[in-house]
């Protein structure tokens, strides 16, 4: 967490402008992080984040720092260009469907899923394609694991190959406290996590990840399928139900939650060789 004093460049980003503006409007109302934090219904690292740009703001902290700041509704019109600009346009109707859900089901058979990856993890993977926007694309994925922070988080589901563990994406160190980060997130009774044993040589997710979402009341199920440029989300109720059928049997041939922690374990310790 920085210092309540300092800001990123400006002119940098659009996220590095908004966090800029929260910390020269908050100055001149004299509130430090944690008084604004109470005001605004968050926490001082959050504002500590966003001052920094190192998260993207939700729409309703950005309306709540309008409401505790009285700022006639600047954050909440800056919203909308910082979240443009930290997601791609075609993966921001995916971030609204996946605050909403309630129930998330994800395969990702390459790296571990960006909902549990720690920032220096994120940061190795994205590096390696070498974008313009490097910290602005890590902050984007981390604010997307504020879902963990909710009062009541979606139940969430995660299979991945083994392969993912045999990958240690930043180096030893880095590999090592990501693999502790994932054995911490599945202790939560809301996430389960799986893995596919390298001995599975063929499964139902071979086509690449995907992610089934779930949402309360009566609203459909929503299947967003990965791919190399950008993603699709689909809605046909036929596709969904295909999908559906998918990760059924890739949880019919996963390990089981109590299984894959021991592997967890055992790559974290060295018992097992990447």
């Known amino acids: 967490m920085t210092a309540e004093t300092d800001a990123p460049d400006a002119a940098s980003s659009l996220l590095a402008f908004f966090g800029t503006e929260l910390l020269r409007v908050r100055t001149e109302r004299g509130m430090s992080q944690g008084k604004l934090a109470k005001a605004a219904y968050t926490t001082q690292a959050m504002i500590s984040y966003v001052e920094s740009a190192a998260r993207v703001p939700s729409p ?140 599975v040589v063929a499964h139902a997710g071979l086509a690449g990840p995907f992610t089934l979402l779930t949402f309360e009341e009566e609203a459909p199920d929503v299947l967003y399928v990965d791919g190399f440029s950008q993603g699709r989300t689909a809605l046909e109720s036929r596709e969904v139900a295909d999908g559906a059928h998918a990760y059924d049997l890739l949880r019919a041939v996963a390990l089981s939650p109590e299984d894959t922690a021991e592997l967890i374990g055992d790559y974290m310790e060295g018992r097992t060789e990447p």
Not at 76 to 92: G, N
Not at 131 to 138: A, E, G, H, Q, W
């Open 60 to 199: 309703e902290l950005a309306k709540n720092l309008d409401a505790a700041l009285e700022t006639a509704g600047h954050f909440t019109r800056l919203y909308p260009l910082v979240v443009r600009y930290a997601y791609p346009t075609w993966f921001l109707p995916f971030i609204e469907l996946e605050r909403d859900a309630t129930t998330m089901r994800v395969f990702e058979p390459q790296v571990i899923p960006g909902l549990l990856q720690t920032e220096e993890y994120a940061r190795a993977m994205l590096s390696a394609v070498r974008p313009d926007n490097l910290s602005d694309l890590v902050a984007a994925r981390m604010s997307r694991q504020e879902l963990f922070e909710r009062e009541v988080t979606p139940r969430m589901w995660f299979i991945v190959d083994e392969q993912v563990l045999r990958r240690p994406i930043g180096g030893q160190d880095v590999w090592k406290a990501q693999l502790g980060h994932l054995l911490k997130r599945v202790e939560s009774p809301r996430t389960l996590v799986q893995v596919i044993p390298r001995k």
